[in-house]
């Protein structure tokens, strides 16, 4: 993405350069084909990219058999007067665009696969169902009394399983852009679609405040919106650090056990970061490019 910037390219252009080679690079596992396969063992993704300028937003979710999720998700933004496309039909817009159909499964989805199915569909993301989801795979149906209290466990990911690459670039004008790409919670029940590609919840940028991304358990953090939330913050004069914690104490309020972080950066260039602290994470490591480093440096927070 640096590169790409100090080469002349847009704010755009780093976003999908950089997501895009996260994407092939498979980073973590969680981002890209052949990671995260779903209950049917099939890997889709998520994706989104946003213009600071315009406030436009290109996205793509549960994206199947196309490999170039960001790349799809510009798209969006340069060829539709839409803002998200889903499932089947955003693979069908990707093939009208030019992107090959490829399978996403690899060798190693699979065994991840076929090891969940022999741990009995542990773990799972059902919930009063029978037969009981925690010792037993579907398929699954409703069970009649519901229990309302959701159990409060620690979340799935962990901190080798970052859920997504997330991405905020700052122009030399002060032009911001941001964006997503993940393949989504591991074993996830096809067709769920995380935060990542929810504009404000996976990121935001707006090229009057700052940009935002997100990071973690995307069904709990999504409801918050919190890459909005942090580039509000920084709006009102709060430093990018400073927004960060808030927008991480707001959720913990609510889930103090859930896993997450999130990247913020202002106009002027200065930037932070803020996680939640649970067991196995207690630190959050994110990279920064700027003309003040030499080369691309890794940072670290504390969680909070």
Known sequence: AWRVLESGGSELDAVERGCGQCEIDQCDGSVGYGGSPDESGETTLDAMIMDGNT?????????????????????????????????ESASLFAVKMGFPYEDLTTQKSLSLYSEWLNQSC???????????????CGPYKRREEVTS??????????VHNH?????V???????VAS???????????PGRVGDSPIAGAGSYADSTAGGAAATGDGDIMMRFLPSYQAVEYMRMGTDPTVACQK???RIKKYAPKFFGAIICANTTGSYGAACNKIPGLTQFHFMVSSPLLSRPTEQVVDCI
Do not use: C, F
């Not at 406030?55 to 539709?80: F, P, Q, S």
């Not at 209290?149 to 962990?158: A, L, M, N, P, V």
């Not at 859920?163 to 991405?167: A, K, L, W």
């Open 55 to 87: 406030m436009e937003v290109g996205a793509v979710a549960d994206l199947r058999r196309v490999k170039n999720a960001i790349g799809v998700a510009r798209k969006v933004i340069e060829y539709t007067k839409h803002t998200l496309l889903v499932g």
């Open 122 to 136: 542990q773990p799972n993301y059902w919930k009063n169902v029978v037969p009981d989801s925690s010792k037993s």
């Open 149 to 158: 209290k959701e159990e409060q466990t620690s979340s799935q990911r962990s």
């Open 163 to 167: 859920d997504t690459i997330g991405m």
């Open 169 to 175: 670039v700052v122009g030399v004008s002060g032009t």
């Open 179 to 189: 964006g997503t790409s993940t393949n989504g919670a591991v074993h996830k029940i």
């Open 247 to 249: 927008v991480i104490s």
